[in-house]
């Protein structure tokens, strides 16, 4: 069985630019989670996708980044503008439902912003 | 809110060596918790996880039992390896009262563990 796949792996851009990160997530998994990993801190939630729907986006700054999911299989993050601090790891995760407990995670998109 | 706490990394362990990462949560309802580990280069995978008071979790010879009277999820491994080096995550997702997971987690900010043959 495949895991999740992100691309790409690694990206430097200058802050005020826009960039994408894509994921596709284990096949037949309905739900699809995007975190932020900012260095020595844990993973923090940016959006969950139940299908093509979301379902928590609270914690998304939402002035710059956007997330979608219109076929509810492979999903795309945007971030534009981007500023400093959003150098990061962004890991992509897949669930089978957004009641299963376990989530499998994709190797993530390291991000720098010059 | 809900939140979890570690212990402050990283720790440093000589092979064989006995290993106990501490982790305590915060959280409303009915929290379930996680360990996951994240070795060099690769992404995060799930170690091991309780869902309930009491509950202990094991995996690969670790173990972690959900205190709820300490809110604790302690993470422990009698004899380590030099494989084990690694970073590890606690995290919670808050369930309901019949134990259906919200499915987001919330995590601590890691504990990076060498260990030296």
């Known amino acids: 069985e495949a895991g999740v796949a992100q691309s790409p792996r690694y990206k430097i851009i200058e802050k005020r630019q826009s960039v994408a990160f894509w994921c596709n997530p284990i096949s037949g998994h309905a739900t699809l989670y995007w975190y932020q990993q900012i260095l020595g801190q844990g993973p923090k939630l940016l959006i969950q996708f139940q299908n093509n729907g979301v379902v928590d986006d609270s914690q998304l700054p939402k002035d710059r980044f956007s997330a979608e999911r219109l076929k509810g299989v492979d999903s795309t993050l945007k971030i534009q503008p981007a500023k400093l601090e959003d150098s990061a790891v962004y890991l992509c995760a897949s669930s089978l439902s957004r009641y299963q407990e376990t989530q499998y995670f994709g190797p993530g998109t390291r991000l720098l912003v010059l | 809110g809900n939140s979890v706490t570690q212990m402050e990394g990283p720790v440093t362990l000589s092979e064989e060596a006995f290993l106990t990462i501490n982790c305590t949560y915060t959280a409303t309802g009915y929290p379930s918790l996680f360990w996951y580990v994240q070795y060099p280069g690769e992404g995060l995978q799930l170690l091991l996880k309780?869902?309930?008071?009491?509950d202990k979790g094991s995996n690969k010879g670790f173990e972690a039992t959900y205190r709820k009277e300490t809110t604790s999820f302690h993470l422990e491994k009698g004899s380590v390896q030099v494989s084990d080096s690694a970073v590890y995550f606690c995290?919670?997702?808050?369930?309901?009262?019949?134990?259906?997971?919200?499915?987001?987690?919330?995590f601590g900010q890691g504990t990076i563990l060498t260990v030296h043959p």
């Open positions: 309780a869902t309930k008071a009491d």
């Open positions: 995290a919670l997702s808050l369930a309901n009262a019949g134990g259906t997971s919200y499915g987001k987690l919330t």
